[in-house]
């Protein structure tokens, strides 16, 4: 399978706790994409990649959330001291630099559960 | 800012059409997509607009009116396995060029027998 790969699927956390996800993304694309979509929203971006450099952070992503792209290839994504309100399914994209229509390829997501 | 409005749901029969409407509030943007999403499944590209005018995919259709600040996906002969969510997502060109997606709240179609 070439397609976004996401792991873990699900994660279940007590609050306060840290937890980290991982995107592989499709191996030749070199831009990289989170979003946070929460039931009955559409998705909202959190951070973009360039290779390895992070060009852009949302203002929803708090002190407590940091992004790594360190060589290019697969990214991170960390919360730390997790909140209830960070319950959500975060979805990884990819796409390349050029590209006629613009898609972005999502991954299946990381559904968190913070209790 | 930038804001997109879509219907929340919209219910129709097996084949016959369907058109899912977006307005947008949104300045310096690339074009207009639309993503299907299944429940529990990840978005999927389903078409893109760059111009104003009409594309064609398929039983999918989407069209761009910059001038209105309006676009809709246009589903033919639909289809059980059409039941899902649609966004609508303007691609942003902000300072750093990063491409990233402004999406709607998304629109849940109900196709009946």
């Known amino acids: 399978d070439t397609g976004v790969s996401q792991d873990p699927r699900h994660k279940i956390t007590k609050r306060g706790q840290n937890v980290t996800f991982r995107c592989d993304p499709i191996s030749e694309h070199n831009r990289l994409y989170w979003y946070r979509q929460t039931l009955g929203q559409g998705p909202e971006f959190l951070t973009y990649?360039?290779?390895?450099?992070?060009?852009?952070k949302s203002r929803l992503l708090s002190d407590r959330f940091s992004a790594e792209r360190p060589k290019g290839s697969f990214s991170t994504l960390e919360i730390q001291r997790t909140e209830q309100g960070d319950s959500a399914m975060y979805l990884c994209?990819?796409?390349?630099?050029?590209?006629?229509?613009?898609?972005?390829?999502f991954g299946p997501g990381t559904r968190l559960t913070v209790l | 800012g930038q804001s997109l409005e879509q219907p929340s749901e919209v219910t129709a029969v097996e084949g016959a059409i369907v058109q899912i409407n977006c307005t947008y509030q949104t300045s310096g943007f690339y074009g207009l997509s639309w993503y299907q999403q299944h429940d529990g499944g990840a978005p999927t590209f389903l078409s893109y607009?760059?111009?104003?005018g009409l594309e064609e995919t398929g039983r999918f259709s989407s069209f761009l009116s910059r001038s209105d600040s309006y676009g809709y996906l246009l589903l033919q002969e639909l289809q059980m396995k059409d039941s899902a969510s649609y966004f609508c997502a303007v691609r942003f060109r902000g300072s750093s060029n990063t491409g990233k997606l402004i999406f709607g709240q998304g629109t849940t179609l109900q196709v009946k027998p």
């Open positions: 990649f360039q290779n390895e450099a992070q060009l852009e």
């Open positions: 607009n760059g111009l104003d």
């Open positions: 994209a990819s796409s390349p630099t050029s590209g006629g229509n613009n898609e972005q390829f």
